[in-house]
């Protein structure tokens, strides 16, 4: 029997694959041989962007085709689950999935409302002529699985004919050991106790004497579980569900394939999801060892509560018996984690109760948590306590009087909030006694009356359903050339080279002789005087080739772009926890990686240590110059408003979290100091400059080339620079090529992210929702280097009006100096965070006047002609047509009524809706940051080699600089050839930043097409019928240039702060969305049910792929708002350092339904073709999704009568929803009601 499993290649041990036959991306399918189905469609419907995720998709889903060629959506939604994306949003991926399931595509929701393929006719019937259709299904070829990979018969036949053996594999530091009978490895284990017995090795590393080969994986006991429901009576298979009901949200699939039972089991790990439910249910573990059988209560192993004694080191968990339910028995199991799928849990728990024959009498009852303390515990004082009691009111009080007694929580850990645990304890229990009460009165309606109607719906989890979506655009004309590709959803030009893993990024590049590879040591302190640096153990490492600190710099290590400075390496203190002090350069990664752990730094603490916000205020610790706008006289405003609200919102930091972490490669090319530098980044001319600088070379020695990038978001500037230097400081000591490509947990140390940022407000405002005046200070956290931090909050302040006319306002910003690392520039720069503030205490004067948020929202939009807070005119014509649009598609009065009556019928489960509109100026300030130059030749054979100066990193900057070309040269884009940027070809370009790529670089490359097509015309005019290579090969002859460079000189922006007054911007985008949720209240667990966006991006130059950027900026503007949260300890470490900590919003987090239009006929008289740069303002829509959440909880509170006014923050996570769902619960926890309110 063969199975096929997708799994983590970083978790699976080699040893581990004896006799397995391993299919990586590459064995799928490849540009020469044939690509496979599944690449193809993952590339042809845009499911790729920077495409560092993209091999991961290709290998889930081809593995779950291979196990079923027609699965359902429910199966191809698990399959993809534990797998992330930061670019797309997942609705292309998902897209491209859905076309190999059976089920229709349709929104399937045809009985009440319109479906969504008849929207798709009533769009053509107007007059304009909108599609809906990114790729055409016509184009894929049919997965056949008979042309699949077959087994490689010698395995076949090995497995078939060899007789078993033990296998030994010795490595470096460990032996593994591949027993082949049970007997065995007893033996094995009683002669090495204390060697793990290594199943999935998803909990350990592998240490010294292993066993594997699992085919009893997690995945496996799912289907288990699933087939003896299917054979058994419900009443007996109680306990299989609840445990198939954690296991289907345990861990991603990859995990699951090679997770066991056993292992999670053993490790007695607190955030095991089996544990609990496992232990509540009466499962028996059968344990064998030499010469002895027994078998224990898996209870018995959580008796100590430390999940310590009971299994002795020589003994194996041989099986696990799971238990039918009984007649009278019920079983349940919960959990609550930061993101619903692929996390571990905050808190989860099992529990069980069996009644007396035919009453509510209690019988035994078991509860069981995990996530509380070091591993699972049980409740048993309160269960003994509550046997022989009914299942009634005064036992739930008593219950969790009881259970929050004897569960005590450590104070504190990890930063996480202990109140919050506390909550879900009793909230769990609540839910298990509603459950309970509803399944006696199905037993015996006569005798128990169940739950009230309201009530019921809290008791189905939330689930994830393959999503249903629609993206709307307008058409090219008719009369348009249909070679012609502008305005067209073509594919990424490297979509299908992504999809194979054919793509290169920095890594990929083969090594080069001699090649050194380097691990940064960073300092363990956040602001401290480096005493010494002992470096002669990590010296000693194997295959450690030397170490390089500050003094190997040989010209610049400190870069003055302001008054402080950006340093490579810290010369005698250190100023944040992660600041690199030194390198080491060894023959390997984990060479390089072990030494670097040797090296001890020795500190001396300085004071003061400045963390926050509130730290720097009071220690007047800023970077200059502080920014203010004022316009109107906002005193005397204030004295004549009917009311005045004051407030405060606190929004923080977000990583960037691009899949290819910052990555460099230095090659010293042996003579006049010449350098290439290969590196992940947006702007190449900074790196050689700084590279250039650091070494004391001209910048002409350094040549820095940069293919593609595996994602950025900002991320890959001014730190990408730092790093590269310290890679170049190092191959220019031991002029050897050297590699550093920063690990997850480095990266997220050391490279900063978005700012955290306060904002406190007081607006003045009249009865009729008329705001007349704001006064407003915003705060963001800049860490320890300037980086971009006083631009950031210059940009907060130009955009802080967002889509309102403010007519008196006066804000600040600051930019805080703190000891945390330096934050730098993330898609939106400043304005997610201040509009914000803005939408915030919109909110804030709606619930004062009582009047509905979008109405405020109305009053307050610009609505004709009209001028900035700085000065800048403004028509905000397409504004209010987003918004108007916005509203109808997304039928938001007849939803918000649904909502409404869905609030009526529901207690524990709310919904919230919310309407927002955006204005996003579009604009870098100062004209020479955004000129860009092209450089084009066209070869004798007539094909084309196009470069320019901006950076691929997933936006598609390059597919539309290819159907520029193809436009302007009037040739296919096949003819057309894009290689890399480089700063050999196009100098000094400017950053690909600010959504500004597209823009410059598109009006150079025209430039750079016209020139030739210029140069070329008289040959075309003599002879118009010839073809493009006739015209080459003339123009060749006739000794015409076939080579131009293109050249824009930017816009003319300009800001003066002393006035408060200027043109920043060129022009505007504007959009709106529509988002609508649901919340559990007693979890504070969310849904995203529907969102619907509207963007004006002018006239598109390629839909698809500016769809794309708007879905995945909208995703990344989810996580910002609702789940990614930074957690640092009191000294300034970051905790949340990798996936398992920092959760990023995952197929599970996108909305059910989604539907993004293209507001048509909007002309820019601006940018190339008319389009707009779209690539950050997708990101401040994710906070409709907030402002959705904010509505759900303001209506809980209403119900509950809770406090009018009522903050929350950024992140809005389960916890803070939970806590502002006041209750009994969090009474019972916190001790009042408004407490509990926030
Ligand atoms: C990314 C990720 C996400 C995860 N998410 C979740 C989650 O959401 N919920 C959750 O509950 N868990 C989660 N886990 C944990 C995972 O389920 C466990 O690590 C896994 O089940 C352990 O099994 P294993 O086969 O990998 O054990 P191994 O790592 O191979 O072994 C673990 C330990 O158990 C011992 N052991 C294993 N089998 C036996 C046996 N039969 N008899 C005696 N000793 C034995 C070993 O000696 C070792 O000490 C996650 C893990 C990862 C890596
Ligand atoms: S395309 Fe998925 S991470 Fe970039």
């Given at each position: 029997?063969l199975?096929?499993?997708?799994?983590?290649?970083?978790?699976?041990?080699?040893?581990?694959?004896?006799?397995?036959?391993?299919?990586?991306?590459?064995?799928?399918?490849?540009?020469?041989?044939?690509?496979?189905?599944?690449?193809?469609?993952l590339?042809?419907?845009?499911g790729?962007?920077?495409g560092?995720?993209?091999?991961?998709?290709?290998?889930?889903?081809?593995?779950?085709?291979?196990?079923?060629?027609?699965?359902?959506?429910?199966?191809?939604?698990?399959?993809?689950?534990?797998?992330?994306?930061?670019?797309?949003?997942?609705?292309?991926?998902?897209?491209?999935?859905?076309?190999f399931?059976?089920?229709?595509?349709?929104?399937?929701?045809?009985?009440?409302?319109?479906?969504?393929?008849?929207?798709?006719?009533?769009?053509?019937?107007?007059?304009?002529?909108?599609s809906?259709?990114?790729?055409?299904?016509?184009?894929?070829?049919?997965?056949?699985p008979?042309?699949?990979?077959?087994?490689?018969?010698?395995?076949?036949?090995?497995?078939e004919?060899?007789?078993?053996?033990?296998?030994?594999?010795?490595g470096?530091?460990?032996?593994?050991?591949?027993?082949?009978?049970?007997d065995?490895?007893?033996d094995?284990?009683?002669?090495?106790?204390?060697?793990?017995?290594?199943?999935?090795?998803?909990?350990?590393?592998?240490?010294?004497?292993?066993?594997?080969?699992?085919?009893?994986?997690?995945?496996?006991?799912?289907?288990?579980?699933?087939?003896a429901?299917?054979?058994?009576p419900?009443?007996?298979?109680?306990?299989?569900?609840?445990?198939?009901?954690?296991?289907r949200?345990?861990?991603?699939?990859?995990?699951?394939?090679?997770?066991?039972?056993?292992?999670?089991?053993?490790?007695?790990?607190?955030?095991?999801?089996?544990n609990?439910?496992l232990?509540a249910?009466?499962?028996?573990?059968?344990l064998?060892?030499?010469?002895?059988?027994?078998?224990i209560?898996?209870?018995?192993?959580?008796?100590?509560?430390?999940?310590?004694?009971?299994?002795?080191?020589?003994?194996?968990?041989?099986?696990?018996?799971?238990?039918?339910?009984?007649?009278?028995?019920?079983?349940?199991?919960?959990?609550?984690?930061?993101?619903?799928e692929?996390a571990?849990?905050?808190?989860?728990?099992?529990?069980?109760?069996?009644?007396?024959?035919?009453?509510?009498?209690?019988?035994?009852?078991?509860?069981f948590?995990?996530?509380?303390?070091?591993?699972?515990?049980?409740?048993?004082?309160?269960?003994?306590?509550?046997?022989?009691?009914?299942?009634?009111?005064?036992?739930?009080d008593?219950?969790?009087?009881?259970?929050?007694?004897e569960?005590?929580?450590?104070?504190?850990?990890?930063?996480?909030?202990?109140?919050?645990?506390?909550?879900?304890?009793v909230?769990?229990?609540?839910?298990?006694?509603?459950?309970?009460?509803?399944?006696?009165?199905?037993?015996?309606?006569?005798?128990?009356?169940?739950?009230?109607?309201?009530?019921?719906?809290?008791?189905?989890?939330?689930?994830?359903?393959?999503?249903?979506?629609?993206?709307?655009?307008?058409?090219?004309?008719?009369?348009?050339?249909?070679?012609?590709?502008?305005?067209?959803?073509?594919?990424?030009?490297?979509?299908i080279?992504?999809?194979?893993?054919?793509?290169?990024?920095?890594?990929d590049?083969?090594?080069?002789?001699?090649?050194?590879?380097?691990?940064?040591?960073?300092?363990?302190?956040?602001?401290a005087?480096?005493?010494?640096?002992?470096?002669?153990?990590a010296?000693?490492?194997?295959?450690?080739?030397?170490?390089?600190?500050?003094?190997?710099?040989?010209?610049?290590?400190?870069?003055y772009?302001?008054?402080d400075?950006?340093?490579?390496?810290?010369?005698n203190?250190?100023?944040?926890?992660?600041?690199?002090?030194?390198?080491?350069v060894?023959?390997?990664?984990?060479?390089?990686?072990?030494?670097?752990?040797?090296?001890?730094?020795?500190?001396?603490?300085?004071e003061?240590?400045?963390?926050t916000?509130?730290e720097?205020?009071?220690?007047?610790?800023?970077?200059?110059?502080?920014?203010?706008?004022?316009?109107?006289?906002?005193?005397?405003?204030?004295?004549?408003?009917?009311?005045?609200?004051?407030?405060?919102?606190?929004?923080?930091?977000?990583?960037?979290?691009?899949?290819?972490?910052?990555?460099?490669?230095?090659?010293?090319?042996?003579?006049?100091?010449?350098?290439?530098?290969?590196?992940?980044?947006?702007?190449?001319?900074?790196?050689?400059?700084?590279?250039?600088?650091?070494?004391?070379?001209?910048?002409?020695?350094?040549m820095?080339?940069?293919?593609?990038?595996?994602?950025?978001?900002?991320?890959?500037?001014l730190?990408?620079?730092?790093?590269?230097?310290?890679?170049?400081?190092?191959?220019?000591?031991?002029?050897?090529?050297?590699?550093?490509?920063?690990?997850?947990?480095?990266?997220?140390?050391?490279?900063?992210?978005?700012?955290?940022?306060?904002?406190?407000?007081?607006?003045?405002?009249?009865?009729?929702?008329?705001?007349?005046?704001?006064?407003?200070?915003?705060?963001?956290?800049?860490?320890?280097?300037?980086?971009?931090?006083?631009l950031?909050?210059?940009?907060?302040?130009l955009?802080?009006d967002?889509?309102?006319?403010?007519?008196?306002?006066?804000?600040?910003?600051?930019?805080?100096?703190?000891?945390?690392?330096?934050n730098?520039?993330?898609?939106?720069?400043?304005?997610?965070?201040?509009?914000?503030?803005?939408?915030?205490?919109?909110?804030?004067?709606a619930?004062?006047?009582?009047?509905?948020?979008?109405?405020?929202?109305?009053?307050?939009?610009y609505?004709?002609?009209?001028?900035?807070?700085?000065?800048?005119?403004?028509?905000?014509?397409?504004?209010?047509?987003?918004?108007?649009?916005?509203?109808e598609?997304?039928?938001?009065?007849?939803?918000?009524?649904?909502v409404?009556e869905?609030?009526?019928?529901?207690?524990?489960?709310?919904?919230?809706?919310?309407?927002?509109?955006?204005k996003?100026?579009?604009?870098?300030?100062?004209?020479?940051?955004?000129q860009?130059?092209?450089?084009?030749?066209?070869?004798?054979?007539?094909?084309?080699?196009?470069?320019?100066?901006?950076?691929?990193?997933?936006?598609?900057?390059?597919?539309?600089?290819i159907?520029?070309?193809?436009?302007?040269?009037?040739?296919?884009?096949?003819c057309?050839?894009?290689?890399?940027?480089?700063?050999?070809?196009?100098?000094?370009?400017?950053?690909?930043?600010?959504?500004?790529?597209?823009?410059?670089?598109g009006?150079?490359?025209?430039?750079?097409?016209?020139?030739?097509?210029?140069?070329?015309?008289?040959?075309?005019?003599?002879?118009?019928?010839g073809t493009?290579?006739?015209?080459?090969?003339?123009?060749?002859?006739?000794?015409?240039?076939?080579?131009?460079?293109g050249?824009?000189r930017?816009?003319?922006?300009?800001?003066?702060?002393?006035?408060?007054?200027?043109?920043?911007?060129?022009?505007?985008?504007?959009?709106?969305?529509?988002?609508?949720?649901?919340?559990?209240?007693?979890?504070?667990?969310?849904?995203?049910?529907?969102?619907?966006?509207?963007?004006?991006?002018?006239?598109?130059?390629?839909?698809?792929?500016?769809?794309?950027?708007?879905?995945?900026?909208?995703v990344?503007?989810?996580?910002?708002?609702?789940?990614?949260?930074?957690?640092?300890?009191?000294?300034?470490?970051?905790?949340?350092?990798?996936?398992?900590?920092?959760?990023?919003?995952?197929?599970?987090?996108?909305?059910?339904?989604?539907?993004?239009?293209?507001?048509?006929?909007?002309?820019?008289?601006?940018?190339?073709y008319?389009?707009?740069?779209?690539?950050?303002?997708?990101?401040?829509?994710?906070?409709?999704?907030?402002?959705?959440?904010?509505?759900?909880?303001?209506?809980?509170?209403?119900?509950?009568?809770l406090?009018?006014?009522?903050?929350?923050?950024?992140?809005?996570?389960?916890?803070?929803?939970?806590?502002?769902?006041a209750?009994?619960?969090?009474?019972?926890?916190?001790?009042?009601?408004?407490?509990?309110?926030?």
């Amino acid at each position: 029997m063969l199975f096929h499993y997708s799994a983590n290649a970083c978790l699976l041990p080699i040893c581990s694959l004896y006799g397995a036959a391993v299919t990586t991306v590459e064995g799928v399918g490849s540009t020469k041989t044939r690509v496979h189905p599944v690449q193809e469609r993952l590339a042809k419907c845009h499911g790729s962007q920077c495409g560092f995720c993209t091999p991961g998709m290709v290998m889930s889903i081809y593995t779950l085709l291979r196990n079923h060629p027609e699965p359902t959506s429910e199966q191809m939604i698990a399959a993809l689950a534990g797998n992330l994306c930061r670019c797309t949003g997942y609705r292309p991926i998902l897209d491209a999935c859905k076309t190999f399931c059976k089920e229709s595509i349709c929104c399937q929701r045809k009985t009440n409302e319109k479906c969504c393929l008849d929207q798709e006719d009533d769009l053509f019937d107007k007059e304009e002529k909108v599609s809906t259709r990114l790729f055409s299904t016509d184009e894929f070829q049919p997965l056949d699985p008979t042309q699949e990979l077959i087994f490689p018969p010698e395995l076949m036949r090995m497995a078939e004919n060899q007789p078993k053996r033990t296998l030994f594999f010795h490595g470096e530091r460990m032996t593994w050991i591949s027993p082949v009978s049970l007997d065995e490895l007893l033996d094995l284990k009683a002669a090495y106790p204390k060697a793990p017995l290594l199943v999935g090795n998803t909990s350990v590393a592998p240490l010294l004497v292993s066993s594997a080969c699992n085919p009893h994986n997690l995945s496996l006991v799912k289907d288990i579980l699933t087939n003896a429901m299917a054979e058994f009576p419900e009443e007996k298979t109680k306990v299989f569900s609840a445990v198939l009901q954690q296991l289907r949200t345990l861990g991603g699939e990859q995990i699951r394939n090679i997770a066991s039972l056993g292992g999670n089991i053993i490790s007695r790990k607190s955030t095991s999801d089996l544990n609990p439910i496992l232990a509540a249910s009466n499962c028996m573990l059968n344990l064998a060892s030499r010469g002895r059988k027994q078998q224990i209560p898996l209870s018995d192993i959580f008796a100590d509560e430390v999940g310590n004694n009971t299994i002795t080191p020589e003994e194996i968990l041989v099986s696990v018996h799971i238990p039918h339910s009984r007649k009278g028995e019920y079983v349940s199991a919960f959990r609550q984690a930061p993101r619903r799928e692929n996390a571990l849990p905050v808190t989860n728990a099992g529990m069980r109760v069996l009644f007396e024959e035919g009453t509510d009498t209690i019988k035994d009852l078991s509860i069981f948590y995990g996530g509380a303390v070091s591993t699972t515990v049980c409740a048993k004082q309160t269960c003994r306590i509550l046997i022989g009691r009914h299942w009634n009111k005064q036992m739930l009080d008593e219950a969790c009087r009881l259970v929050l007694k004897e569960i005590a929580l450590p104070g504190s850990d990890n930063g996480e909030k202990v109140d919050y645990k506390k909550t879900l304890i009793v909230s769990f229990f609540y839910r298990f006694f509603l459950e309970v009460s509803q399944s006696l009165k199905t037993m015996d309606p006569c005798h128990y009356p169940g739950i009230p109607m309201e009530y019921r719906s809290v008791l189905q989890d939330f689930k994830t359903k393959m999503p249903q979506s629609i993206q709307i655009y307008q058409d090219t004309e008719l009369s348009q050339s249909p070679q012609d590709p502008v305005g067209r959803p073509i594919m990424h030009q490297s979509g299908i080279k992504h999809a194979t893993g054919e793509a290169i990024y920095v890594d990929d590049l083969p090594s080069v002789d001699g090649e050194l590879f380097l691990a940064v040591v960073t300092s363990s302190r956040a602001h401290a005087k480096i005493v010494s640096i002992d470096t002669s153990e990590a010296l000693k490492g194997p295959g450690v080739f030397d170490i390089v600190t500050a003094h190997d710099v040989p010209a610049t290590n400190e870069f003055y772009y302001s008054n402080d400075p950006e340093i490579i390496f810290a010369r005698n203190k250190v100023i944040c926890v992660g600041q690199i002090v030194c390198a080491v350069v060894a023959d390997s990664d984990d060479h390089a990686k072990q030494a670097a752990a040797k090296v001890k730094i020795e500190y001396e603490v300085l004071e003061p240590v400045i963390l926050t916000i509130e730290e720097a205020i009071q220690h007047n610790s800023f970077f200059e110059p502080k920014r203010k706008l004022e316009q109107g006289n906002v005193d005397r405003a204030f004295e004549t408003v009917d009311n005045i609200i004051e407030g405060e919102i606190r929004i923080g930091g977000q990583e960037h979290f691009y899949i290819e972490t910052q990555s460099v490669l230095v090659v010293p090319k042996g003579e006049d100091n010449e350098m290439d530098v290969y590196v992940s980044t947006q702007h190449p001319a900074i790196i050689q400059e700084m590279v250039a600088a650091s070494l004391g070379v001209p910048a002409n020695r350094i040549m820095c080339h940069v293919k593609r990038v595996g994602g950025a978001f900002g991320g890959k500037l001014l730190k990408a620079g730092l790093l590269a230097s310290v890679a170049a400081v190092a191959a220019n000591k031991t002029s050897r090529a050297v590699r550093l490509i920063l690990s997850r947990g480095d990266d997220m140390l050391i490279t900063g992210g978005r700012h955290p940022f306060i904002g406190k407000y007081k607006v003045g405002f009249m009865n009729d929702g008329r705001i007349r005046a704001v006064d407003a200070k915003y705060y963001i956290n800049g860490g320890c280097t300037p980086d971009e931090s006083v631009l950031v909050a210059e940009v907060s302040l130009l955009k802080m009006d967002n889509a309102y006319k403010i007519p008196n306002l006066r804000c600040w910003a600051y930019a805080c100096k703190t000891n945390l690392p330096s934050n730098t520039a993330f898609r939106g720069f400043g304005f997610p965070q201040s509009a914000l503030v803005t939408e915030t205490w919109i909110t804030g004067v709606a619930d004062k006047i009582g009047l509905s948020p979008e109405k405020i929202r109305e009053i307050n939009m610009y609505k004709e002609n009209e001028q900035t807070h700085f000065k800048q005119k403004l028509d905000p014509q397409n504004l209010i047509r987003c918004w108007n649009e916005c509203m109808e598609k997304s039928a938001y009065y007849s939803r918000k009524t649904a909502v409404n009556e869905f609030n009526k019928q529901n207690h524990w489960k709310k919904k919230g809706i919310a309407i927002v509109p955006m204005k996003f100026p579009f604009g870098l300030g100062k004209r020479y940051l955004s000129q860009a130059a092209a450089l084009v030749h066209i070869y004798t054979d007539g094909s084309v080699l196009l470069t320019h100066g901006g950076i691929e990193m997933g936006q598609g900057i390059h597919t539309k600089m290819i159907q520029v070309a193809s436009r302007e040269l009037n040739i296919p884009m096949s003819c057309i050839h894009f290689c890399e940027t480089s700063t050999t070809t196009v100098p000094n370009a400017c950053a690909s930043v600010g959504s500004a790529g597209t823009d410059v670089n598109g009006m150079a490359v025209k430039d750079a097409c016209q020139t030739l097509l210029k140069r070329l015309q008289p040959i075309i005019n003599k002879n118009p019928k010839g073809t493009w290579n006739d015209w080459i090969k003339e123009a060749f002859e006739q000794s015409v240039s076939l080579s131009a460079t293109g050249y824009f000189r930017g816009y003319n922006e300009n800001m003066d702060w002393e006035k408060g007054e200027g043109q920043p911007f060129t022009y505007f985008l504007y959009g709106a969305a529509c988002s609508e949720v649901e919340i559990n209240c007693l979890t504070g667990d969310h849904k995203n049910l529907r969102t619907d966006i509207v963007m004006d991006i002018g006239c598109s130059i390629n839909p698809a792929v500016d769809i794309g950027q708007i879905e995945g900026a909208f995703v990344q503007g989810i996580g910002l708002y609702t789940m990614e949260e930074l957690k640092y300890s009191p000294e300034g470490v970051l905790y949340t350092r990798g996936p398992d900590q920092y959760k990023i919003p995952a197929v599970c987090d996108i909305p059910e339904q989604f539907s993004v239009s293209l507001l048509s006929s909007s002309q820019n008289p601006y940018a190339i073709y008319a389009s707009k740069g779209i690539g950050e303002a997708g990101l401040f829509l994710g906070c409709s999704v907030f402002f959705a959440l904010r509505d759900a909880v303001t209506r809980v509170r209403n119900e509950r009568g809770l406090k009018k006014t009522f903050a929350l923050n950024s992140p809005l996570t389960a916890e803070q929803i939970r806590a502002s769902c006041a209750d009994d619960f969090t009474e019972m926890v916190i001790g009042s009601w408004e407490e509990g309110s926030v």
